[in-house]
């Protein structure tokens, strides 16, 4: 058996006050801002330092880790949200990463089957997130787990500050 499909997908909330889960942490931070969709270079060594710090104090952020035996292979960064409209808390997903050698096998899909769980099992109304409009792949994984484009369709606009 290759490594991708070495056993059966766990997953585990974050705890940054861990130290091997803040080694994982950046590891699948630093994946996913350097792959091609994220396309940025990772952070330096202090700002790195200054992301874990800031996230520990969110006190409505987690990060939750899909595993594969002992191995690290997957990571969803959510924030707790509010509907408005629903009148109920939602998850954003901000960044979503699988490695490289463990897409196609059905990590992403059990990571998102995870955080809708996670978000039944808290009362939130819905699951959101953005994806970029050349990403034919990730598009066609969120579609094929239930999510689908706002109707009307939004945009997603920024201001940077």
Not at 23 to 40: E, I
Not at 80 to 88: A, H, L, M
Not at 118 to 133: A, F, P, S
Request: net charge neutral; proline share 4%.
């Amino acid at each position: 058996m290759d490594k991708k499909t070495a056993g059966e997908v766990t997953f585990e909330l974050c705890d940054l006050t861990q130290p091997i889960h803040v080694s994982a942490f950046l590891k699948l931070q630093r994946a996913y801002m350097t792959d091609p969709m994220g396309g940025v270079p990772p952070h330096t060594p202090e700002r790195e330092k200054e992301l874990v710090a800031k996230l520990k104090e969110h006190k409505e952020a987690f990060q939750l880790f899909a595993k594969i035996g002992h191995e690290y292979v997957g990571l969803a960064n959510c924030f707790y949200g509010f509907s408005t409209f629903r009148v109920k808390k939602l998850i954003n997903i901000h960044d979503l990463i699988v490695l490289s050698d463990y897409r196609d096998h059905g990590t992403g899909r059990k990571l998102l089957e995870e955080i809708a769980r996670i978000g039944q099992e808290n009362d939130c109304c819905k699951v959101t997130l953005e994806v970029r409009y050349d990403n034919e792949r990730a598009k066609y994984l969120y579609k094929s787990t239930g999510f689908k484009e706002g109707d009307p369709p939004m945009y997603f606009w920024t201001k940077d500050l």
